[in-house]
């Protein structure tokens, strides 16, 4: 099993930035690819941006040029780093991954339990 926890949630202000951190544990073997979603009070969840080993990013056109996607893989953790804050980005954001665990093998899609994130205007 992974467990993956969320850091880096708040308050802040239109325009201001914040990065959010993922680190996943467990019996990993390899993240082949993580990625953060977002869901909105009301509305269904979304994807982020997802950044897959060897391959490279990508973003939803909504946060393109304002959000950056990256991983460290010695410590398999993925962080999101959002800048130009708005109030439509007020949303629960999500890490996801999809990993390889040992004892017994297997691949899964992973989700933690999300960090809020709240602009105000």
């Known amino acids: 099993q992974v467990q993956l926890v969320e850091s880096g949630g708040g308050l802040v202000q239109t325009g201001e930035s914040l990065r959010l951190s993922c680190v996943a544990s467990?019996?990993?073997?390899?993240?082949?690819?993580m990625a953060w979603y977002r869901q909105a009070s009301g509305k269904q969840r979304e994807l982020v941006a997802s950044i897959t080993r060897g391959v490279g990013t990508t973003y939803a056109d909504s946060v393109k040029g304002r959000f950056t996607i990256s991983r460290d893989d010695a410590e398999n953790t993925a962080y999101l780093q959002m800048n130009s804050l708005k109030p439509e980005d007020t949303a629960d954001y999500y890490c996801?991954?999809?990993?390889?665990?040992?004892?017994?093998?297997?691949?899964?899609?992973?989700w933690g339990h999300g960090t809020r994130v709240t602009v105000s205007s």
């Open positions: 996801n991954a999809d990993a390889t665990t040992r004892s017994p093998w297997s691949r899964k899609i992973y």
């Open positions: 467990g019996n990993i073997i390899e993240v082949v690819n």
